[in-house]
């Protein structure tokens, strides 16, 4: 077994309420009073207050924008690689600040044996690991691992990773860091993906310090299950274009995972050795209300026991990769002085259709 050791999150400078958002982006998603009033609707019942984001393009009291620029009086927004060569400087900015948050005081930084970045909504090489291990000053002959362009549950795989090293070197510490900024890719064509994209996703990071077992008591990772449905193989993708990064996320989504979620937590719990019963809580992603209703419904999972994710999707939205950890950040933060054992099992979804679960108990 492995050991979270210590967890935090961070979120850029730029705060946003949702209906701040929507008078931002109206004049470009609807072109009629009617859709403009069908936009307003679904911003509003989106179960999303705030959000964040790493440009101020969506404040509208604000005049630096660095994606939607003037052209003739017409908003236009930028091309790929101006996106990329902000993501190089503020998703460094942002990945130092949950570090910061996330590493003990009294840990020497060169006694990280293990690095592992997670993100899919920039990438270069030399890529963020190495611009990391240079701005913290980290042991050169680190060891690292990049997971890119793997979308929402990308969190669950570098956790996994994470988890096989400290078992296979007991003296390991794994700093797992996820960052991303998915309001670099705004598209502002009036396409129903683009519009979607929109309205559920904004930028954070998480950052989780993994080390093996031993004698510790804590959060101990006990191990992970994943399934790939391919009947959602192009409801949920993620492509590259000249004018930034293109989700696809169809309504086809919640359907699909109400589904099939049941069979898949099924056979997770069956590889885990527990019964549904024995679950006390559900680190679910929240990739949007629709989707933790999906969740609730398909899989019979009870509202309160989804309150994290809730809280999560209302205070910031669908993040992508780190989401999950800020869901089981405060998990652990409403359980930590319990003293009692807890179990957890977490999912999140991506493309593919891919559903990545972990179990995660507490002794």
Request: glycine share 6%; aromatic share 8%; hydrophobic share 40%.
């Amino acid at each position: 077994m492995s050991m979270i050791t210590s967890i935090a999150t961070a979120v850029p400078r730029y705060k946003q309420d949702q209906m701040q958002i929507f008078e931002v982006v109206k004049a470009m998603h609807a072109s009629t009073e009617e859709e403009e009033r069908k936009l307003r609707f679904i911003y509003r019942s989106s179960g999303i207050n705030t959000r964040y984001s790493a440009i101020p393009d969506f404040n509208s009291d604000r005049n630096d924008n660095q994606i939607l620029i003037s052209d003739d009086g017409d908003l236009v927004s930028q091309k790929l690689e101006k996106r990329l060569s902000i993501y190089d400087e503020e998703a460094l900015k942002l990945a130092a600040k949950v570090v910061e948050k996330c590493l003990p005081t009294d840990l020497e930084r060169q006694g990280i044996t293990h690095l592992i970045t997670v993100s899919c909504t920039g990438l270069k090489a030399p890529g963020l690991d190495l611009a990391l291990i240079h701005y913290f000053g980290l042991r050169s002959d680190i060891s690292r691992t990049s997971v890119n362009f793997m979308g929402c549950y990308a969190a669950i795989h570098g956790l996994k990773q994470a988890h096989y090293i400290a078992e296979k070197e007991p003296d390991a510490k794994v700093l797992v860091i996820c960052v991303e900024l998915c309001t670099l890719h705004f598209q502002a064509t009036k396409e129903i993906d683009n519009i979607t994209s929109t309205i559920i996703f904004g930028d954070g990071a998480a950052a989780v310090l993994i080390e093996g077992a031993k004698d510790q008591h804590g959060w101990e990772l006990n191990d992970f299950y994943s399934e790939i449905n391919f009947d959602g193989s192009d409801d949920m993708a993620w492509r590259i274009s000249a004018d930034g990064f293109l989700m696809t996320l169809t309504s086809q989504v919640p359907p699909i995972l109400e589904r099939s979620c049941d069979a898949v937590i099924s056979n997770a719990l069956l590889r885990y050795g527990i019964m549904k019963e024995d679950v006390d809580m559900w680190c679910v992603h929240p990739g949007g209300k629709k989707i933790l209703e999906a969740i609730e419904k398909g899989a019979n999972i009870a509202r309160q026991q989804l309150e994290e994710s809730y809280e999560v999707l209302r205070d910031y939205g669908n993040m992508s990769s780190p989401t999950v950890l800020f869901v089981l950040e405060k998990i652990i933060k409403n359980t930590q002085s319990s003293g009692i054992r807890h179990n957890v099992v977490g999912m999140a979804f991506g493309p593919g259709l891919t559903l990545e679960t972990f179990y995660l108990s507490h002794a």
